[in-house]
T-cell receptor
Framework: SAVISQKPSRDICQRGTSLTIQCQVDSQVTMMFWYRQQPGQSLTLIATANQGSEATYESGFVIDKFPISRPNLTFSTLTVSNMSPEDSSIYLC???????????FGDGTRLSIL | SQQGEEDPQALSIQEGENATMNCSYKTSINNLQWYRQNSGRGLVHLILIRSNEREKHSGRLRVTLDTSKKSSSLLITASRAADTASYFCASLGRGNSGGYQKVTFGIGTKLQVIP
């Protein structure tokens, strides 16, 4: 199974700033997903990022707030822009060889905004 | 409405006992997956059961699927303290054209196994 490294593992940021989270996979994968997990809650899909195409955002999430890059089959970034305390969450990337296959997750980025 | 709702939301048992967690979903699915999340970590895939399967085993784990009731259960037998974690079901919906929809995660069951 794929090994996923996510950076940073945690950060404390000031209101109004932006943070870019990196997700590196040790093998080429077709599908990559970005999730948000608010404290004590389940996972909510932010967007699906496929190489060579624009990310597909879920309802309630927009590109201006969460721009995503997917330059190749092993790497992606998620930027959380103009952060507010409501953005305090764990952000997780995951990969899957296909849409109907199990996902493999990174350990997440725990983000706190002051 | 939320796809994939687990119950109970929290479960505390003694080591050696069995733990059963249930998951309900609302639309037709392609498959249903169970994941474990240890505190401060990412999710780890446990079992995937397809819509045409009724039961699946993996070690001490047993998953059942009842598509007529739109429900699934995860049984952990002979629990260990190391099983303490949150458990999530995730359903892959079937689109109107037969294609796939996104995977939707349930709210999770927090399991505590007391040594």
């Amino acid at each position: 199974s794929a090994v996923i490294s996510q950076k940073p593992s945690r950060d404390i940021c000031q209101r109004g700033t932006s943070l870019t989270i990196q997700c590196q996979v040790d093998s080429q994968v077709t599908m990559m997903f970005w999730y948000r997990q608010q404290p004590g809650q389940s996972l909510t899909l932010i967007a699906t990022a496929n190489q060579g195409s624009e990310a597909t955002y879920e309802s309630g999430f927009v590109i201006d707030k969460f721009p995503i890059s997917r330059p190749n089959l092993t790497f992606s970034t998620l930027t959380v822009s103009n952060m507010s305390p409501e953005d305090s969450s764990i952000y997780l990337c995951s990969v899957a060889p296909g849409f109907d296959q199990p996902q493999h997750f990174g350990d997440g980025t725990r983000l706190s905004i002051l | 409405s939320q796809q994939g709702e687990e119950d109970p939301q929290a479960l505390s048992i003694q080591e050696g006992e069995n733990a059963t967690m249930n998951c309900s979903y609302k639309t037709s699915i392609n498959n249903l997956q169970w994941y474990r999340q240890n505190s401060g970590r990412g999710l780890v895939h446990l079992i995937l059961i397809r819509s045409n399967e009724r039961e699946k085993h993996s070690g001490r784990l047993r998953v059942t699927l009842d598509t007529s009731k739109k429900s699934s259960s995860l049984l952990i037998t002979a629990s260990r303290a190391a099983d303490t974690a949150s458990y999530f079901c995730a359903s892959l919906g079937r689109g109107n054209s037969g294609g796939y929809q996104k995977v939707t995660f349930g709210i999770g069951t927090k399991l505590q196994v007391i040594p």
